[in-house]
């Protein structure tokens, strides 16, 4: 059947109509489509950090108590070390406090270039009249007798060094020798002071 010029435009609007609409519905499916990625998207990101979140809950639960032990064992050998160390009685403390103004007098005691043979007489006698002294070791007399030097520590005498070698026309060659002279006598005084 033939239409007129009327029916015509009128089909032509409509499948203009008919077309748009196509065309929007296409459109709204591809926005759905997309939607539908993004939502998928965002949800499967958040359920991937929730997991990242948790595993790292779990190591830093895990660090905390691992570190809470840890801390409790070096609170313990602290403890230890600080039972081992002798005790500063009152009368020592005002000493210390008044080291430079006493109106008494007062006599220093220092032993150089231990230890050596004397070392265990000297320990008896400063025991006895219960007294404190320095000991300036030397670490090549240390490496020999390390049990003496963990004796002066115990009964609460100072350590100080004093050198490896005494021998001063090697000592005193270089900057380094000096540092290698001090360095030596330390780490055999350490060495001796682990001994139990
Ligand atoms: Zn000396």
Not at 164 to 193: F, G, M, R
């Amino acid at each position: 059947m033939l239409r007129d010029g009327k029916d015509s435009n009128i089909y032509k609007m409509n499948t203009k109509y008919n077309k748009r609409i196509v065309n929007k519905k296409k459109i709204l499916v591809i926005l759905f489509i997309i939607a539908l990625f993004l939502i998928i998207f965002v949800i499967s990101n958040i359920s991937k950090t929730i997991k990242s979140y948790n595993v790292y809950k779990s190591y830093k639960e895990e660090y905390a108590s691992l570190k809470e032990v840890e801390d409790k064992k070096q609170e313990e050998i602290e403890k230890k070390r600080q039972e081992k160390l002798p005790k500063l009685t009152d009368e020592g403390k005002n000493n210390l406090e008044n080291i430079y103004n006493s109106s008494e007098k007062r006599a220093f005691l220092t032993f150089d270039d231990g230890p050596s043979s004397v070392t265990p007489r000297i320990l008896d006698i400063l025991k006895q009249e219960n007294i404190k002294a320095t000991f300036f070791v030397l670490g090549s007399n240390v490496k020999k007798s390390p049990e003496l030097v963990k004796r002066m520590y115990d009964e609460g005498h100072f350590i100080a060094n004093h050198g490896y070698s005494h021998v001063y026309s090697s000592i005193y060659t270089s900057p380094q020798t000096v540092l290698d002279e001090y360095n030596s006598c330390n780490s055999e005084v350490q060495k001796a002071l682990r001994r139990i």
